[in-house]
C-alpha cells in the first residue's frame, strides 16, 4: 500500500538518520550504514530501531506507515529525551543481546 514502508526497520534506512543528533550519533550511524546487511551490527541496530519505533506494532493503514520507514525513524530518533551517549548504551546493549542469540543458535 505504501511504497515506502516495509514490515520491519530496513537496512536503507540507517544512513539517513546520521543527521538527527550530534556526533556521538552520527558516528554510530556512519560506522553501522557502511556494514552489510546481516552484518552483527546491523542486526543489532536495526532491533533497536524497531524496538524504538514500535515496528511490530505498525499497522500498514496507520499513519506512520504512511510516512515510511526513512521518516518515521527520523521522528524517533529526533524525538528522543536521552542523550546521544544514552542511544549509543542502548546499541552496545542491544548488540550484545544479538551476540547471545547468535551464539546460542542451533547448528
Known amino acids: 500500500m505504501y511504497p515506502k514502508s516495509e514490515i520491519l526497520f530496513p537496512h536503507r534506512a540507517i ?4 543527521l538527527e543528533r550530534g556526533a556521538a550519533w552520527r558516528e554510530l ?10 552484518n552483527e551490527d546491523t542486526l543489532a541496530f536495526s532491533l533497536m530501531m524497531i524496538r524504538m519505533c514500535d515496528c511490530l506494532n ?6 506512520k506507515a504512511s510516512l ?10 529526533s524525538g528522543q529525551n536521552s542523550s546521544d551517549l544514552m542511544l549509543r ?5 542491544t548488540r550484545q543481546e544479538i ?7 542451533p547448528g
Do not use: I, K, T, W
Open 89 to 93: 548504551q542502548r546499541f552496545e546493549e
Open 58 to 63: 505498525c499497522d500498514q493503514s496507520s499513519y
Open 15 to 18: 544512513r539517513p538518520l546520521s
Open 29 to 38: 550511524v556512519d560506522q553501522v550504514a557502511c556494514q552489510r546487511d546481516g
Open 99 to 105: 551476540r547471545q542469540r547468535l551464539a546460542n543458535r
Open 68 to 77: 515510511g520507514c526513512v521518516d518515521c525513524a527520523q521522528r524517533v530518533v
